[in-house]
């Protein structure tokens, strides 16, 4: 079974411009949970998706957006970039719900010039 | 908000040593789980360790887990370099519906050779 992959792997944009990340899941996983990871706050929860509906989010501003697609594959906007948006940002799949076990992609390294 | 802490931040061992890491959280938890991340990949799912139990085994890991304390320890034994990684602690929080899980800052441990 294929993991979880994210594209791009790094990107590199500059301040006031937008991204989006794509994450496609473990095949038959419907929960995808986005993260961000900076050193300064760890890991922090952005919001998951399941069934194409948002069912948790994180204290993010409204910048950070994200949707799910009927085949699972999720992707995540980020509007107006910041230099503080420079982070790791990990996407994870799970069977059903986002409290078990999850399975991480690589991640997409972002930095924010 | 970091649910749970992990102790120590940092961990320097030699090559066959036992390494131990201790996560403490805040509120009840339905399980917790231990995370390994390499430099800047992504997480991998180590164990998971339910409420009602006590300790669990996985080859060289042993994890305890203490509900009336809120804390857990993840205990490596006879360490190798390639378990030179960042080690975190995650939890599933009781509450109404499905919660995201939420992970400690993380134990960096450098295995020497």
């Known amino acids: 079974k294929a993991g979880v992959t994210q594209t791009p792997r790094y990107l590199i944009k500059t301040r006031g411009q937008q991204v989006t990340l794509s994450c496609s899941p473990i095949?038959?996983?419907?929960?995808v949970s986005w993260y961000q990871q900076t050193p300064g706050q760890g890991l922090q929860f952005l919001f998951e998706?399941?069934?194409?509906?948002?069912?948790n989010k994180g204290n993010f501003p409204g910048r950070f957006s994200g949707r799910q697609f009927s085949n699972s594959r999720s992707e995540m906007n980020v509007s107006t970039l910041e230099l503080g948006d420079s982070a790791l940002y990990l996407c994870?799949?799970?069977?059903?719900?986002?409290?078990?076990?999850?399975?991480f992609g690589p991640g997409t390294r972002l930095t924010v010039l | 908000s970091q649910q749970g802490e992990e102790d120590p931040q940092a961990l320097s061992i030699q090559e066959g040593e036992n390494a131990t890491m201790n996560c403490s959280y805040k509120t009840s938890i339905n399980n917790l789980q231990w995370y390994r991340q390499n430099s800047g990949r992504g997480l991998v799912h180590l164990i998971l360790?339910?409420?009602?139990?006590r300790e669990k085994h996985s080859g060289r890991l042993r994890v305890t887990l203490d509900t009336s304390k809120k804390s857990s320890s993840l205990l490596i034994t006879a360490s190798r370099a390639a378990d030179t990684a960042s080690y975190f602690c995650?939890?599933?929080?009781?509450?109404?519906?499905?919660?995201?899980?939420?992970f400690g800052k993380g134990t960096r441990l450098s295995v020497i050779a």
């Open positions: 998706y399941f069934s194409e509906t948002q069912r």
């Open positions: 995650a939890t599933d929080a009781v509450g109404s519906g499905n919660t995201p899980l939420v």
């Open positions: 095949s038959g996983h419907r929960s």
């Open positions: 994870a799949s799970s069977l059903v719900a986002s409290g078990n076990e999850q399975f």
């Open positions: 360790i339910r409420s009602n139990e």
